[in-house]
C-alpha cells in the first residue's frame, strides 16, 4: 500500500468508501511520515542527513505514532 502512488490513493480511497473523510486524513497523514521517515533513514545510513538528524528523525517518529493512533 505505501510502495507506490496508484497503491496510496486506492489505500485513501477504500478508507474514504468505508470510515469517511476523517481516517482518510489521518491514513494520508500517516502515509506522508512514515514516507519521510523511510527517506531520512535512507539519508542518514548514507552520512548524508546533517547535524539534526536525530532530532528529525524523533519527530518523525512522533509523527508517525500520532498518525497510527488517528
Not at 12 to 38: F, I
Not at 39 to 47: E, P, S, V
Amino acid at each position: 500500500m505505501l510502495a507506490s502512488l496508484p497503491g496510496r490513493r486506492g489505500w485513501r480511497t477504500a478508507v474514504r468508501r468505508q470510515w469517511g473523510s476523517d481516517a482518510t486524513k489521518a491514513v494520508a497523514e500517516y502515509q506522508t511520515a512514515v514516507t519521510e521517515l523511510a527517506c531520512l533513514t535512507d539519508r542518514m545510513a548514507r552520512r548524508a542527513a546533517g547535524p539534526d538528524a536525530a532530532q528529525w528523525r524523533q519527530d518523525l517518529v512522533q509523527a508517525v505514532r500520532l498518525a497510527r493512533a488517528g
